[in-house]
């Protein structure tokens, strides 16, 4: 069974400095990985997707890389500003019969301090 | 397009009360999911729809929680009765299986406080 893992759970930056959250998978078997952004009493956004395929994908301030053989992905928000203080989950899509199913980390709240 | 839309955005109910979630996915989605969000537990899958369609329910916790997608356009999940340990956020996502790209979207989710 996938389990995903984010760390730290939370995390507090002053702003403008660049920084790295991680997420990490235990089945390497995946059919891709992306993360979300989720603001309070809100839904999740999808920020970035990386196929299985692929090792990074770029957005703005925003790069996303991935490293199947060792189940690791990493999100790099880079001049963070306030505007970015949010929960970010990764969530891991299977691959096979499953490949709708994506599992989930319980994320990482990031406050971005002015 | 307004995305996907819940309703209501919370809900208060006291134990053994039926408490029915809804949920309009994006026009054009085919599938539909139904997520519980605990702090405890993250983020579960309770349910999947491809064309109306259950496909996995094995996230569903009991009996007493059931799913419905009558039409392409709607969906609601209830719970009944409900208990204090149901307290969580809902969401209700949908994708489109048409394109290569496995992105779902997720409504603004239901707060419910079963107290």
């Known amino acids: 069974k996938q389990e995903v893992t984010q760390i730290p759970a939370a995390l507090s930056v002053p702003e403008g400095e660049n920084l790295v959250l991680n997420c990490s998978f235990t089945?390497?078997?995946?059919?891709?990985l992306q993360w979300f952004r989720q603001d309070p009493g809100k839904g999740l956004t999808s920020l970035l997707l990386i196929q299985s395929s692929q090792r990074e994908q770029t957005s703005g301030r925003l790069n996303a890389s991935l490293d199947k053989s060792s189940g690791r992905s990493t999100l790099y928000i880079a001049a963070s500003q306030p505007g970015d203080s949010a929960t970010y989950l990764c969530a891991v899509g299977n691959s096979g019969a499953g490949s709708y199913q994506l599992t989930f980390g319980k994320g990482t709240k990031l406050s971005v301090i002015p | 397009d307004a995305g996907v839309i819940q309703s209501p955005r919370h809900e208060v109910t006291e134990m053994g009360q039926e408490v029915t979630l809804r949920c309009k996915p994006i026009s054009g989605h085919n599938s539909l999911f139904w997520y519980r969000q605990t702090m405890m537990r993250g983020l579960e899958l309770l349910i999947y729809?491809?064309?109306?369609?259950?496909?996995?329910d094995s996230g569903m916790p009991e009996d007493r929680f059931s799913a419905k997608m009558p039409n392409a356009s709607f969906s609601t999940l209830k719970i009944q009765p409900s208990e204090p340990r149901d307290s969580a956020v809902y969401f209700c996502?949908?994708?489109?299986?048409?394109?290569?790209?496995?992105?779902?979207?997720f409504g603004a989710g239901t707060r419910l406080s079963v107290l």
């Open positions: 089945d390497s078997a995946i059919y891709n």
């Open positions: 996502a949908s994708r489109s299986t048409g394109t290569l790209i496995n992105i779902q979207y």
């Open positions: 729809f491809n064309n109306n369609v259950p496909i996995d």
